[in-house]
C-alpha cells in the first residue's frame, strides 16, 4: 500500500506496522515449531485433507500440491484445496492443522457459508477498490477536487470493509478444522494444543491487514478534513 504525504499524519501507521510485523514473525515461528513435531496420526497433510472431505461427503474437490511455502488456500471456482509442498507431504502438526484449515474453507462452501458468500461476491469491487483508490485520491489532492478525494477513500473502504468481511471467515474454517481433526481422532488433546497455536497465529495476519487498513482509513480522512 503506498504510504505519502509524509508528515505526522504518517504516526497512526505505527501501532499497526509494528502489528503486522508482529504477525508475520509469529506465524513463522509458530509454524517453523510445530512442523518439526509429528502428528499423533501419522497422516500427511494430503491424506487429513482426504479424510475430512470424504467425512462431510465432499466428493467434488481435490486436493492437490503448489509451490511454495504457506501458500495453502481453497479455491472455491476450482473446487481444489491446495496444499504448499510441505504441508501436502508432512505429517507434522503444523501441516495437518492447515490442511483442516483449508478443507474448513471447503465445508463452508459446501454449507453456503453465508460470509465466505459475502467475501466471493465482494471480492471485485474490493479487487477494483485496491487499484484506483490511489491514484483518485492522489489527482484530487493535487487538483484540490474534494469530489475526487472522496471517491478514492470510498474505493480504499471497500478494501477494508473485504478484509473485514473476511475475519469471520478465517475464523470460523480454523473452529472447523479443530472441531474435525478432534472428532475424527486425528490430533490427540496435545496435538489439538499445537495446531490451535499454529491457526491462532495464522489468524493474527489478517486481524494485522484489517488494523492496518483501518489505521490508513483514518488517516486518509484526516489528509482529506485537511485539504
Same mark, same amino acid.
Given at each position: 500500500?503506498?504510504?505519502?504525504?509524509?508528515?505526522?499524519?504518517?504516526?497512526?501507521?505505527?501501532?499497526?506496522?509494528?502489528?503486522?510485523?508482529?504477525?508475520?514473525?509469529?506465524?513463522?515461528?509458530?509454524?517453523?515449531?510445530?512442523?518439526?513435531?509429528?502428528?499423533?496420526?501419522?497422516?500427511?497433510?494430503?491424506?487429513?485433507?482426504?479424510?475430512?472431505?470424504?467425512?462431510?461427503?465432499?466428493?467434488?474437490?481435490?486436493?492437490?500440491?503448489?509451490?511454495?511455502?504457506?501458500?495453502?488456500?481453497?479455491?472455491?471456482?476450482?473446487?481444489?484445496?491446495?496444499? @504448499?509442498?510441505?504441508?501436502?507431504?508432512?505429517?507434522?502438526?503444523?501441516?495437518?492443522?492447515?490442511?483442516?484449515?483449508?478443507?474448513?474453507?471447503?465445508?463452508?462452501?459446501?454449507?453456503?457459508?453465508?460470509?465466505?458468500?459475502?467475501?466471493?461476491?465482494?471480492?471485485?469491487?474490493?479487487?477494483?477498490? @485496491?487499484?484506483?483508490?490511489?491514484?483518485?485520491?492522489?489527482?484530487?489532492?493535487?487538483?484540490?477536487?474534494?469530489?475526487?478525494?472522496?471517491?478514492?477513500?470510498?474505493?480504499?473502504?471497500?478494501?477494508?470493509?473485504?478484509?473485514?468481511?473476511?475475519?469471520?471467515?478465517?475464523?470460523?474454517?480454523?473452529?472447523?478444522?479443530?472441531?474435525?481433526?478432534?472428532?475424527?481422532?486425528?490430533?490427540?488433546?496435545?496435538?489439538?494444543?499445537?495446531?490451535?497455536?499454529?491457526?491462532?497465529?495464522?489468524?493474527?495476519?489478517?486481524?494485522?491487514?484489517?488494523?492496518?487498513?483501518?489505521?490508513?482509513?483514518?488517516?486518509?480522512?484526516?489528509?482529506?478534513?485537511?485539504?
Amino acid at each position: 500500500m503506498p504510504l505519502f504525504f509524509w508528515d505526522s499524519t504518517m504516526l497512526l501507521l505505527v501501532p499497526a506496522l509494528l502489528f503486522g510485523v508482529w504477525a508475520q514473525w509469529k506465524i513463522k515461528s509458530t509454524f517453523k515449531r510445530y512442523s518439526k513435531i509429528p502428528s499423533n496420526s501419522g497422516m500427511t497433510g494430503y491424506q487429513v485433507a482426504k479424510k475430512l472431505l470424504e467425512r462431510n461427503n465432499i466428493f467434488d474437490v481435490e486436493v492437490e500440491e503448489v509451490k511454495g511455502s504457506l501458500t495453502d488456500h481453497y479455491d472455491s471456482k476450482e473446487k481444489k484445496v491446495r496444499l @504448499s509442498e510441505l504441508n501436502f507431504r508432512s505429517d507434522s502438526i503444523a501441516s495437518i492443522g492447515v490442511a483442516a484449515h483449508e478443507v474448513g474453507h471447503a465445508i463452508q462452501d459446501n454449507k453456503q457459508y453465508a460470509p465466505l458468500r459475502w467475501r466471493h461476491t465482494f471480492y471485485p469491487v474490493a479487487r477494483l477498490g @485496491s487499484k484506483l483508490w490511489f491514484w483518485l485520491f492522489l489527482a484530487g489532492m493535487f487538483l484540490a477536487i474534494p469530489a475526487l478525494i472522496d471517491v478514492g477513500i470510498i474505493f480504499f473502504a471497500t478494501t477494508l470493509v473485504f478484509q473485514i468481511v473476511t475475519l469471520p471467515v478465517e475464523f470460523n474454517a480454523s473452529s472447523r478444522a479443530l472441531a474435525q481433526l478432534s472428532s475424527g481422532g486425528f490430533i490427540s488433546r496435545d496435538d489439538s494444543d499445537g495446531a490451535k497455536a499454529v491457526l491462532n497465529a495464522a489468524a493474527m495476519t489478517y486481524l494485522a491487514a484489517a488494523a492496518m487498513s483501518l489505521s490508513q482509513l483514518v488517516r486518509l480522512l484526516i489528509l482529506r478534513q485537511r485539504n
